[in-house]
C-alpha cells in the first residue's frame, strides 16, 4: 500500500514533469500551453485548498490534468488521502485522454472519479445526490451562458462559507457572470496571496436567498 508522503511525491514529480515536458500528445502544436493552467498558477491554486483544508472538490474542465494534479496534490498534502476530487469533463476524449491517464499514473484513481458528460447534465444530478463539497475550479466552456450556469449549480454544491475558484476571468464572458453572483449572491472576492490568473470567491455563509424582486444589474468589472 501507498504511503500518504510516497503519494504526495508522486503527484508533484507528476506535476513536474507534465510542466516540463508536456502530455504524451496534444491535440495540436502548442495546445498544452494554451489551454492547461501554467504551473505558478497551480501553486497558487494547490495553496488555497490547502489553506482551506478542503476534503472533497469539484473541478470542471480536465484537459491535459495542469489543475486537477495541483488539487489532488492539495488533498494529499492535507492528509485527505480519503478525499473526493469530482471532475466533470464530457471531452476528455477529444485530448486522447491525457488528463486521466496522467492522474491515473501518478496514482490517484482512489481520489480523483471522472464524469465524462456535459457540466449542464452532471452538477445538477451531484445536487439531487446530496453532494456538497468545500470548493470547487472552474475552467471549462468560456461561453457565458454555460459558465453561468455552472456557477448557479455550484452556490449550491459548495458548502456555504466555501471556496470557488475560477480561471480566465481576464474573458469578458467569465467576469460577466461572476458578477453576477458577486452583486446578487454576496460572493466575496479572496486575496490569492500571490500574482495569478485566477480569481477566488468567498462564498457566503449562511447562504443567501433574496428577495424574489431583489436584482443588481451586473456586467463585467461592474459595469452595467
Known sequence: MVSQAELLAGVRAARERLAGAGPDRSRRPGDFERVSLPSADGDVLRDLLVSEGARAVIEVGLAYGASALAIAEALVATGAGRGRHL???????????????????????????????RSELVLPRLLAE???????????????????????????????????????????????????????????????????????????????EPAFDSFVPFGADGAT
Open 87 to 117: 471532475i466533470v469533463d464530457a471531452y476528455q476524449g477529444d485530448f486522447a485522454d491525457e488528463g486521466w491517464k496522467v492522474l491515473a499514473k501518478a496514482g490517484l484513481g482512489t481520489i480523483c472519479t471522472l464524469l465524462r458528460e
Open 130 to 208: 446530496g453532494v456538497v463539497v468545500d470548493a470547487a475550479f472552474v475552467d471549462a466552456s468560456h461561453l457565458f451562458h454555460n459558465v453561468f450556469r455552472d456557477l448557479c449549480y455550484l452556490h449550491e454544491l459548495v458548502r456555504p462559507g466555501g471556496l470557488v475558484v475560477l480561471d480566465d476571468c481576464d474573458w469578458p464572458s467569465v467576469a460577466t457572470a461572476a458578477r453576477y453572483f458577486e452583486l446578487n449572491l454576496s460572493w466575496h472576492r479572496e486575496p490569492a496571496g500571490r500574482p495569478t490568473r485566477l480569481r477566488p470567491y468567498r462564498l457566503p455563509d449562511p447562504r443567501p
